[in-house]
């Protein structure tokens, strides 16, 4: 700047910034990820980016079969594996919320999961929602009652019916890791797993610290963002 200035500003060449702009294709086929985030926005869910790297004992409790991939240098002890869901993550977050006066949480991530592969590093786009506390906002216009299996399971079928393939989804009851075996169920499309929806088992409830019970779903992204291209029939 001092040399510019004992140079003379008026005497420095004037270039003008050019960039191409094109406009990006969008495929009728495929939602956005903005528009999932909208239609999750509207159903007063509000979205979290927690971190990638979690606690190991917390991977173990949702997903003790996949052997996460270890950092070499951690932040912490907390922050020791690269994390094979979202799920986890989510969950420490409503408890920060519930220890900080707030019992109605509902909250979404969109972001990747590290799979482990004998060729290399899975990063799998994935969708998770959670919710726990009063279906409703505390008011005068509404009776208290607490939030359920089907509430959540009504946000994830107005989610899928984005697609206008919701007839290609089915839930089908299931036992996983961490949930609740009487409350979980898988979320099939075209007959492959695309995701699971279900109660956090009590005694991982209780062992975190929760006393109020907490749904939670995950989706792989590309399956929600795959939608169907309209056609007219007479």
């Not at 003790?64 to 420490?92: C, F, H, K, W």
């Not at 984005?162 to 009487?182: I, M, N, Q, S």
């Amino acid at each position: 700047e001092e040399l510019a200035r004992v140079y003379g500003y008026n005497n420095l060449p004037v270039t003008r910034i050019r960039a191409d702009l094109a406009l990006p294709s969008r495929p009728e086929s495929q939602l956005s990820v903005r528009g999932v985030r909208r239609h999750l926005g509207a159903r007063d869910y509000r979205e979290a980016i927690t971190y990638s790297f979690i606690e190991p004992a917390l991977q173990n409790r949702f997903d003790p079969e996949q052997a996460p991939v270890a950092l070499s240098n951690p932040i912490s002890t907390d922050m020791a594996v690269m994390r094979t869901g979202l799920v986890p993550g989510l969950l420490s977050a409503v408890l920060h919320n519930i220890n900080r006066q707030q019992s109605r949480v509902r909250m979404y991530e969109t972001g990747l999961r590290f799979l482990p592969s004998s060729r290399a590093l899975e990063q799998v786009p994935t969708l998770a929602m959670i919710l726990t506390g009063e279906r409703e906002p505390i008011g005068w216009s509404s009776p208290v009652r607490g939030s359920d299996f089907f509430d959540l399971k009504g946000d994830v079928e107005s989610l899928l019916a984005l697609t206008g393939r919701a007839a290609e989804f089915e839930f089908t009851a299931a036992a996983l890791p961490g949930l609740h075996p009487g409350q979980t169920a898988h979320i099939i499309r075209d007959g492959e797993v695309v995701g699971f929806i279900g109660a956090i088992h009590p005694s991982v409830g209780t062992e975190m610290g929760f006393d109020v019970p907490v749904y939670t779903c995950q989706l792989d992204l590309a399956a929600v963002l795959d939608s169907g291209v309209p056609d007219f029939q007479e």
